[in-house]
């Protein structure tokens, strides 16, 4: 389990904010267990990619862009319009 992460709440779904440097592995094994949707940064920095758990496996979704905000905001549209919340 990923300790201590943000979450941008501002809006539903509430959105975990990865810090950097945090594995694959990590990240599938927090989301297996609590389930929260969550935004990666990528280890390049060029931008941020969605996680969230589809009920038997964890799922991405790329290309989110650079910005922090922007991202969260693709992301949680991309939730809401599939239903993912």
């Known amino acids: ?37 969550l935004l990666i940064p990528s280890a390049e920095g060029a931008g941020y990619t969605g996680a969230y758990w589809t ?8 290309d989110l862009g650079s910005d922090q905000e922007e991202a969260i905001e693709e992301f949680r549209a991309y939730l809401q319009e599939h239903d993912k919340i």
């Open 55 to 62: 009920g038997t496996d964890m799922a991405l979704v790329s």
């Open 1 to 37: 389990m990923l300790e201590d992460l943000e979450f941008d709440d501002a809006d539903a779904p509430a959105i975990g904010l990865v810090p950097p440097d945090v594995s694959w592995e990590q990240v599938r094994d927090h989301i297996k267990i609590a389930h929260h949707h």
